[in-house]
């Protein structure tokens, strides 16, 4: 893995647009999940909650992106049957459909949601071969 960036937040709606900025140079489909999960922690957790986003590629070019909250029991969940006028819920499908492969992992003060999300000519974002969805502790 080549060295990433990390960035420290509390979830907010303001934060949204400098986590994207922030994550340009990753690509659309890195900045466009980074949101939607952050997204999530605001919606489901509350504004003002301490946010770690994490990304890294590796020599491959594949980008590994994880938003860590303290709350390990408010778990994402992908719905079958998503409507596209909805307000909400859509988020979990967009990243589904972006990601290789997403999950959560639960650590010591909290979990991490994340995603991997491959690499194509010319800088964009893979789907083929994506991997289900995965749930790990550690």
């Known amino acids: 893995m ?74 994402p969940v992908l719905r079958a049957d998503v409507d596209v006028d909805a307000e909400s819920g859509r988020g979990l499908a967009l990243l589904d459909a972006l990601a290789l492969r997403w999950g959560v992992t639960h650590g010591s003060g909290g979990k991490t949601v994340w995603c991997e999300i491959g690499a194509e000519p010319g800088g964009g974002s893979a789907v083929p071969g994506r991997d289900p969805v995965s749930v790990a502790s550690g």
């Open 2 to 75: 080549r060295p990433g960036t990390t960035l420290e937040l509390l979830a907010a709606p303001a934060e949204l647009s400098g986590v994207r900025r922030a994550l340009r140079d990753y690509g659309a489909d890195v900045q466009l999940c980074a949101s939607e999960l952050v997204t999530n922690v605001i919606q489901h957790l509350g504004e003002g909650v301490p946010v770690t986003v994490r990304v890294s590629r590796d020599d491959g070019g594949r980008t590994r992106l994880e938003v860590t909250d303290p709350d390990p029991r408010v778990l």
